[in-house]
């Protein structure tokens, strides 16, 4: 009889644990980005996971060919519940996500990043960050210039800190990199009508400018020069005294840097500087989409966005939290300051093989 009943008992408990672990949610979620950020994804998804005993985060990190794989997810029928996205990609997948106008609070994000987030009317995800490319300097080398600086007036640093042993300016060979060279014009790629404008007057006097700082000045390295490194690596070691790059730096710069550094926008010139944005989508077809939206609030709330601030990786989209970054040190309230003279990249559903057969074409 004892032994009857103590098989039962582990029957029983067998079949409670079965039954505990069947009601568990699935939640697919996935993301590019560094080790770092991984880090900082996995502790989020855990407090979730804390908070939300019923729901499992199942993480996907897609660290290269994000979107290309992305868009195999689509295709098979196996796309994450739950897509980082940012808002160069969002048109291409307008039709497979969820509208979440309904679930943002959109008083608490800046208006670039809802606008980024958006397409065709449709909020197609809630916004994490906002993204603008700034200059980094080394003010050991050069100093500070003002946020009243001109196009001019960058040309003429980079020259005077050039050097043997010590490159101006940095320099990269895609349009990304040149856009904010372009708009300072007036050119671009697109228009905010979604036209094509890269052979206008201002984008070629852009496109020229830019190629100038390489070719002619001397001022930026070749990719010869910077050889088997990187340009963040030349800057940290005292070969190159202004760095244009983004946010996501940041912490590497402030934990490598053994010099004086700060940060300087970008020269404000005839069109609004470019930004762009990163934000959580939903897949229209999910069969969890009550839990991807809890799981998208919480990502979203100020609480997760203070702490992704705390982190030194982004710029967060939640005007709250990024209050965090409203700083003296190292000009670091620049990155908020700059927000205010930046407005959405233009883009459409062809902007990246537009953009693509822009860099094959230039060759800058």
Same mark, same amino acid.
Request: aromatic content about 12%; overall charge neutral; charged content about 25%.
């Given at each position: ?15 409670? *644990? ?9 939640? &697919? ?10 880090? @900082? ?32 997810? $689509?295709?098979?029928?196996?796309? =994450? ?11 291409? !997948? ?15 994000? !800046?208006?670039? /990043? ?10 197609? *995800? ?8 700034? $200059? ?14 001109? +196009? ?22 895609? +349009?990304?990199? /040149? ?21 206008? =007057? *201002?984008? +070629? ?15 930026? =390295? ?48 005839? &069109? ?8 959580? /989508? ?21 609480? &997760?966005?203070?702490? $992704?601030?705390?982190?030194?990786? @982004? ?50």
């Amino acid at each position: 009889m004892i032994k009857k009943s103590l098989v039962l008992l582990i029957v029983s408990v067998l079949l409670c *644990g079965c039954t505990a672990k069947s009601s568990l949610e699935e939640v &697919t979620f996935s993301s590019w980005g560094s080790i770092s950020e991984v880090e @900082i994804i996995k502790k989020v998804i855990r407090d979730f996971e804390e908070e939300n005993p019923s729901v499992k985060i199942k993480f996907l990190h897609i660290p290269q060919n994000y979107f290309q794989k992305i868009q195999l997810l $689509f295709a098979s029928n196996t796309a =994450p519940d739950v897509i980082f996205i940012n808002n160069l990609y969002l048109p291409v !997948y307008e039709s497979r996500l969820e509208d979440l106008s309904e679930i943002i609070d959109k008083e608490k994000f !800046y208006p670039q /990043a809802l606008k980024g987030m958006s397409y065709n009317g449709r909020t197609l *995800g809630v916004p994490r960050d906002i993204s603008n490319q700034i $200059f980094y300097v080394n003010t050991d080398m050069m100093s500070l210039p003002a946020k009243e600086w001109t +196009i001019e007036d960058l040309l003429k640093y980079a020259q005077k800190a050039t050097s043997k042993d010590v490159f101006g300016i940095s320099y990269e060979d895609t +349009i990304y990199w /040149a856009l904010p060279y372009l708009r300072y014009f007036g050119g671009g790629v697109l228009d905010m009508d979604g036209n094509v404008i890269i052979n206008t =007057p *201002g984008s +070629i006097e852009g496109i020229d400018f830019y190629r100038a700082l390489k070719n002619k000045y001397k001022v930026a =390295p070749s990719d010869s020069q910077v050889g088997s490194s990187t340009l963040a690596q030349m800057f940290l070691d005292k070969k190159l005294a202004m760095y244009f790059s983004g946010r996501w730096l940041y912490p590497k710069i402030s934990e490598k840097a053994d010099f004086n550094w700060a940060v300087i926008n970008f020269p404000i010139g005839k &069109t609004p500087l470019p930004c762009d944005v990163s934000g959580w /989508a939903i897949s229209k077809n999910s069969k969890h989409k009550e839990s991807a939206i809890k799981f998208v609030k919480y990502l979203s709330d100020e609480k &997760t966005a203070k702490y $992704f601030a705390e982190t030194g990786l @982004i710029v967060p989209a939640n005007i709250e939290a990024s209050k965090l970054l409203n700083k003296d040190e190292h000009n670091e309230k620049v990155f908020l300051e700059v927000i205010n003279y930046s407005e959405n990249t233009p883009v459409n559903k062809n902007y990246k093989k537009l953009t693509d057969e822009i860099n094959d074409t230039l060759r800058l």
